[in-house]
């Protein structure tokens, strides 16, 4: 028997239950003045000291619409985002889509040069940056090769340097100041113009030629989708919502602070994970809804004074992004006292979110699978040839629905291949069905791997490391990692002659390319295994590179 799975409204967990919102937004800025009406006195976001209601929310959010007009953003423009979790992302970003324009977020982990490159592909004509962190001066990092298209830069909080060579630099506070000429009006007309069907953001994910591609999502969709989200895992009106994921990816934005606005939640921003401030805020704030990946809470689980801290107010926790096993489920749920923990699919190209288990499935269940299709999605496990396979037979997972993206910007052929002209988007992993119409991920066909819950694209870092000039080829794997789930291996061929260590590699390798893509081992090889077509043969290699550089189990 084979399975086409689609989830009818009835499908997920207490459907009978909820009812809709009468009038659903059908854009994110209708969303602000939605919630700003519903609940004007309630805290949107709480930020150190600084606390943001609803009503204020839409307040501050039209002042950033307002001043985007005056510089000159007009309707459709990209306005770039390179900061980590704070109050003034959340702004900008509500600015942007007020003001009409595409929101494009930015990997703060990224080296100067890749984040240049998609300003300049994008086209973004201004960037919000954060001023001093992680140890360096972010705007610095453009030096020499900002794009001629970028003609502002917001610089966010401490550590603003003005610079007279880069007139078109401002702090927040001058920002803000520019919006005193524009009407009211004029952000108005803005948000009216908008559609569903608007572009809302252009998230940039890598692929299998190495090199990012910008995802187009429309407003209504991201929405409706997670709307549906929050109504199963259970996010629900005055919860405090911890977002350590960040706001440059599906999770920390759609899944995060977009699903608490829908459902009339407070937002706390965390700009970095570290076990003793998170556990202390979650005490302190009576925190008590809590995505991340599995990484997250191992940590929590591993720290040494855990019993120390109360977090007893922790209700819902939603993981994902890498393997999980089932005795983690077991353990958030006896030892950190969440009641409701879950797990989801999802991948940019769709929006961040397809399926989703039930809260209340067993822990192999949640553990083991990502649950069924939100409702208004379809999901097929197809082989080769594009036929379904039997239930229980693994194939390459399909996906269609509503949510599905525009299409990659600026790549017709790309967005082509991805898309088929039957509306399925071709994701790339491997996946069987049960006959619940349970999606379970087996393998990934474009070599991806998950570290910590950031995606890595192993022809990106292949494309990367070969810019070393000691390096003749080399080829990136993943490797499993009790802690990280995996990390990445560097299969090496050196040039003839040359010579290079390990250490200098990796030192080589965090100056070139965000932490999370350089490798944690390296794997020095005499060739490579090729089949006919001289293609690398990457299981063989993870293979060996497993039996050669990981301790074999106790």
Known sequence: MTQNYQAPDSALPDASAWVPPANLPATLPALIRQAAADFPERAAVIDGAVTISYADLLVRSQAVAASLIALGVAAGDRVAVWAPNMHEWILAACGIHAAGAVLVPLNTRMKGAEAADILERSGARLMFCIGDFLGQYYPALLDGQRPATLQHVVVLREGFK????????????????????????????REQALTADSTADLMFTSGTTGRPKGVMSAHGPTIRAFSAWGRVVGLRPGDRYLIVNPFFHAFGYKAGWVAAFIQGATVYPEQVFDADAVLARIAHDRISFLPGPPTLFLTMLAHPRLKDFDISSLRVAVTGSANVPPVLITRMRDELGIANVTTAYGLTECGGCATICDPGDSAETVAGTCGRAIPGTEVRCVDAQGMS?????????????????????????????????????????????????????????????????????PAEIERLLADHPAIAQVAVVGLPDARMGEVGCACVVLRAGAELSAEALVAWAREHMANYKVPRHVLWCDNFPLNASNKVLKRELVALAAARLLKPAA
């Open 389 to 457: 396979v039997p239930t229980g037979q693994p194939g390459e997972v399909l996906l269609r629905g509503y949510h599905v993206m525009q299409g990659y910007f600026g790549d017709e052929a790309a967005t082509r291949e991805a898309i088929d002209a039957e509306g399925w988007l071709h994701t790339g992993d491997v996946g069987v069905l049960d006959e619940r119409g349970y999606l379970r991920i087996t393998d990934r066909l474009k070599d991806m791997f998950i570290m910590g819950g950031f995606n890595c694209y």
């Open 162 to 189: 003005a610079d007279p060579a880069l007139s078109g630099d401002m702090g927040w506070s001058d920002f803000l100041g520019q919006g005193r000429v524009t009407a009211p009006a004029q952000v108005r007309t």
